[in-house]
């Protein structure tokens, strides 16, 4: 029998920084209404992090947020990754970082034009059958 391991990214992302502003030209609309900024979008067709099994198997629950650095391809440094905030057990916060040379994303936009940015993004470990009691995070 084959045990299914579900790790639930969430595809949204915060972003920290981007890069800088391109110029403008005269009479071009500065009020916000352009573009903007797009986030990175996370492109695995499936989740790229293991659930650690000792915590499946206790149906242990938890969040990882994880600072990442995508370059203006798209591509993760993964060296720069860092947890922002960790989950309470090693386990989960090993695994998300683990996860990250695999992720790919579309890169993030600004005014429509690829640039590398720095970004928050949340992993979330959710068991099919819920915590036994209380779990964690």
């Known amino acids: 029998m084959t045990t299914r391991w579900t790790t639930w990214l969430v595809v949204g992302s915060v972003p920290l920084a981007c890069g800088g502003d391109a110029p403008r030209s005269p009479g071009e609309d500065t009020s916000g209404a352009s573009r903007g900024f797009e986030a990175p979008v996370l492109m695995n067709p499936e989740a790229p992090v293991r659930y650690p099994a000792t915590l499946y198997n206790s149906r242990t629950d938890g969040s990882v947020v994880l600072r990442l650095y995508v ?51 949340p992993v979330h470990f959710r068991h099919p059958q819920g915590p036994v009691s209380g779990g964690g995070r």
Do not use: H, K, W, Y
Not at 79 to 106: C, I, K, Y
């Open 71 to 121: 370059n203006e391809a798209g591509t993760v440094i993964p060296e720069s990754t860092r947890v922002a905030e960790g989950s309470g057990q090693a386990a989960f916060d090993s695994a998300a970082v683990a996860g990250v040379p695999a992720m790919r994303f579309a890169p993030a936009r600004r005014d429509g034009l690829p640039v590398a940015t720095l970004f928050l993004q």
